[in-house]
């Protein structure tokens, strides 16, 4: 079984600060990872994933995420972000196994400071 | 369609009431997936489709959940005898083959309330 904790429930930041957003995992098996985002109102939209490779994502809107296997973490960062990155982030999971079902952390919310 | 597509964006009905929600996949997606996101959790598996079939019911809660996707596009989420602890807002989401590592298109939701 897999399971994801995002560590902080809000991130509050100034605009065009430095932002990281914690994911740890937890799994007896090879997974995929991904983050993410949820705007106000809006479905989940896919920012970057890591399947193989890299260990450095880049994705959309200038995030990118770094996948360590020996600490089980998958850390968002944004080096300066926007009031438009005002959010909902969530980190997830699936097995290489099951190839289908996504776990998923519980949200961290980017607060935008003006 | 260009995305993925939930009717209703909202609904409110009475405990012991029966609600359909409905999903329209992005054309040509084989596989769909329900998930439920309660209240600052994140999203929770409900049931996969592949094709016309369920290949896994077993984030279903209980029985008064059931789903259908009778030819292999639209689903619908039945829920009987509606309970104030299903309130959520329930996800749906396509994607081209039953991988994930291709990452899936979500809908906006249905927000289910039941009062």
């Known amino acids: 079984a897999q399971s994801v904790t995002q560590l902080d429930s809000q991130v509050p930041v100034f605009e065009e600060a430095p932002v990281e957003l914690r994911c740890n995992y937890s799994?007896?098996?090879?997974?995929?990872l991904f983050w993410y985002v949820q705007y106000p109102n809006q479905g989940l939209q896919l920012l970057l994933k890591?399947?193989?490779?890299s260990t450095l994502v880049k994705g959309i809107n200038g995030f990118e995420a770094e996948f360590n296997k020996s600490q089980t973490s998958f850390h968002l960062r944004k080096p300066s972000v926007h009031i438009s990155d005002t959010a909902e982030y969530f980190c997830?999971?699936?097995?290489?196994?099951?190839?289908?079902?996504?776990?998923w952390g519980a949200g961290t919310k980017l607060i935008i400071k003006p | 369609g260009a995305g993925v597509s939930q009717t209703p964006s909202n609904k409110v009905t009475e405990k012991g009431k029966y609600v359909e929600l409905r999903c329209d996949p992005i054309?040509?997606?084989?596989?769909l997936y329900w998930y439920r996101q309660s209240l600052g959790q994140g999203p929770e598996f409900l049931i996969y489709?592949?094709?016309?079939?369920?290949?896994?019911d077993s984030g279903l809660p209980n029985d008064r959940f059931f789903a259908v996707r009778p030819e292999g596009s639209v689903s619908t989420l039945k829920i009987q005898r509606t309970e104030r602890g299903d309130s959520a807002v329930y996800l749906c989401?396509?994607?081209?083959?039953?991988?994930?590592?291709?990452?899936?298109?979500f809908g906006s939701g249905t927000r289910l309330t039941v009062v």
């Open positions: 054309s040509g997606h084989t596989a």
């Open positions: 997830a999971v699936v097995s290489m196994d099951s190839n289908y079902q996504l776990i």
């Open positions: 489709f592949q094709g016309t079939g369920a290949a896994d």
């Open positions: 890591y399947l193989s490779g």
């Open positions: 989401a396509s994607s081209p083959t039953g991988q994930s590592n291709y990452g899936y298109t």
């Open positions: 799994s007896s098996v090879s997974v995929y």
